[in-house]
Structure formats: structure tokens, C-alpha cells
């Protein structure tokens, strides 16, 4: 699971980082800093609650696995 912020949405709510501070950052402005690697099976509920309370739907998450990690497996759907 990768997530991505749309930069020009993000306004700097704080709701994604207030809701899942293990998946979510922020810059000194207050956005969303999405994590950089792909998220752990174990923080994908934290993630997934973090975007679904963005109120400017700033964040997507796209849940494909890679092929490469044989410890992730999962459903490919994604929010957007």
C-alpha cells in the first residue's frame, strides 16, 4: 500500500496525522507528509482512516501489492 497527497488540495487540516500519527506527518506548515516507503499490512486501517477524514480528499491510496515483497499480499483496490 502506497499513499500519495495531492499538494495543491492538502490545507493542513491536521486530521490525518491527528487520527493515524503512525502512518502520517506534517511540514512545518501543518500538510500532510505521506510516508515515503509502502505501508506496512499492519498500519493499512490507520492509513485508510487517516485519507477516508481528509475533508479536501487530498490523500489517495492506491493498495497494490508489489510483486517483489512476498510478505504482502493483498486485495488490489484503491481509494482515490
Do not use: F, W
Not at 41 to 63: F, T
Amino acid at each position: 500500500m502506497r499513499i500519495r497527497v495531492d499538494r495543491d488540495k492538502c490545507v493542513g487540516h491536521g486530521r490525518c496525522y491527528a487520527i493515524a500519527p503512525e502512518v502520517y506527518s506534517d511540514d512545518e506548515r501543518g500538510h500532510c507528509v505521506p510516508p515515503a516507503v509502502a505501508i506496512a499490512r499492519d498500519l493499512e486501517a490507520q492509513a485508510r482512516r487517516g485519507a477516508d477524514n481528509c475533508p479536501e480528499h487530498a490523500i489517495s491510496i492506491d493498495a497494490r501489492r508489489s510483486a517483489s515483497n512476498s510478505t504482502d499480499r493483498g486485495d488490489p483496490t484503491s481509494r482515490s
